[in-house]
């Protein structure tokens, strides 16, 4: 490997994230999300890896799922969270021991109409605010009650997701856990409401079924970033300084000239760019870690570089490890200075960043 854009993944952190998640809910059983290849952490390694803990895993798709049963993942239950997308998708619900979820009519009337050999379980989405899927109230009592009289259905969940619960000053969040209440007989069926903020914050959401996803990966679901001291970072995003060149003040970096040298002064080039997910949006001032010190991005990202200030930083080399997030940076900060979220990042991290697992 010689250009070496790594991106190392403990997944002891992810294990003890997820034990953080349990003990904050600890009668209820956890769906540990793994979708989108783990938030860009890799589904296979990390379904293996937590096999004995996680009661179910939350896959998007389909072929999420069945990546993961081809994989060897065959004992825990496989949730898709947004149900199907198309009726013959049915046959491998049994296939792959797979539990939908039924979010919209056409699922709803697919469903009743497929032969199972056996009842199977489900999820039934109910929207209790968020306005994307999921059943609106009298749709989502009419087809709760088609499903209690249907002998194709064994167990069913009520799920529904938030729309706000990583603020903690909305209301919204209380809001939709009345709404869920009210509608839904929870003594009957079992409950699932709490992503990653819900399973941090709001107490009263958690019932039958967590669904943590981010906070596996150690970022903050919360928008002001609290609570971080609580997780811990699963992957670390690094690469090595390239080139080391000094300018004069006036001189400008990059593409667009956007950073001019204020003064005299160092730069360096990295081997790491959007090609390989690092975020174009990245402005100047992103902080990136290097030699022990934060330093940070000066000029534009390229397709495969970045240039950083080398300033103050002590005794810079070729060859030099800087850390783009990790244990030094949190990947929240970075995606702040890149007006996004976590989520975003993790994810767009492409297959040429090369991923090994500690
Ligand atoms: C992605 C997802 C989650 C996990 O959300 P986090 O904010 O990452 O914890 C939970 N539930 C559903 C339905 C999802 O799609």
Not at 54 to 64: H, I, N, P, W
Not at 230 to 249: D, G, N, Q, R, V
């Amino acid at each position: 490997m010689a250009r070496q854009c790594t991106a190392i993944i403990n997944l002891n952190a992810i294990k003890k994230n997820y034990l953080y998640a349990k003990s904050l809910s600890p009668q209820s059983k956890v769906i540990a999300v793994v979708k989108a290849n783990a938030y860009g952490h890799g589904a296979i390694t990390v379904a293996k890896y937590l096999e004995d803990d996680a009661d179910l895993y939350g896959v998007a798709c389909t072929e999420e799922a069945i990546e993961l049963r081809e994989c060897g993942i065959d004992k825990t239950p496989l949730l898709l969270m947004e149900g199907i997308f198309e009726e013959s998708e049915l046959k491998l619900i049994e296939k792959y021991n797979l539990i939908t979820t039924i979010c919209s009519q056409p699922q709803l009337d697919w469903l009743l109409s497929f032969d199972f050999n056996k009842p199977v379980d489900i999820f039934v989405k109910y929207d209790s605010g968020m306005g994307r899927l999921g059943f609106q109230d009298e749709e989502f009592i009419h087809a709760v009650n088609l499903l209690e009289k249907s002998k194709k259905i064994n167990n069913m969940t009520m799920m529904t997701h938030f729309s706000n619960a990583d603020n903690l000053e909305s209301t919204s969040t209380s809001k939709q856990i009345r709404k869920f209440e009210n509608i839904v007989n929870t003594k009957t069926h079992a409950s699932s409401l709490a992503n990653s903020a819900a399973i941090m914050k709001w107490g009263q959401s958690h019932m039958d079924y967590i669904r943590p996803g981010i906070m596996l990966y150690g970022s903050s679901p919360f928008s002001d970033k609290s609570n971080l001291d609580k997780l811990t970072p699963a992957m670390s995003l690094s690469s090595s300084l390239i080139s080391i060149k000094s300018f004069k003040a006036g001189h400008s970096i990059g593409y667009g000239d956007r950073y001019v040298c204020e003064q005299d002064m160092d730069i360096g080039v990295v081997a790491i760019g959007y090609g390989d997910g690092y975020p174009r949006s990245a402005e100047d001032g992103t902080p990136v870690f290097i030699n022990g010190v934060k330093t940070s991005i000066a000029g534009k990202v390229s397709m495969d570089m970045i240039t950083i200030d080398l300033t103050n930083v002590p005794e810079p080399k070729i060859g030099d490890r800087v850390e783009l997030f990790g244990n030094n940076i949190s990947v929240d900060e970075v995606a702040e200075h890149c007006k996004t979220i976590s989520y975003e990042i993790f994810t767009q991290i492409t297959q040429r960043v090369y991923k090994t697992y500690v």
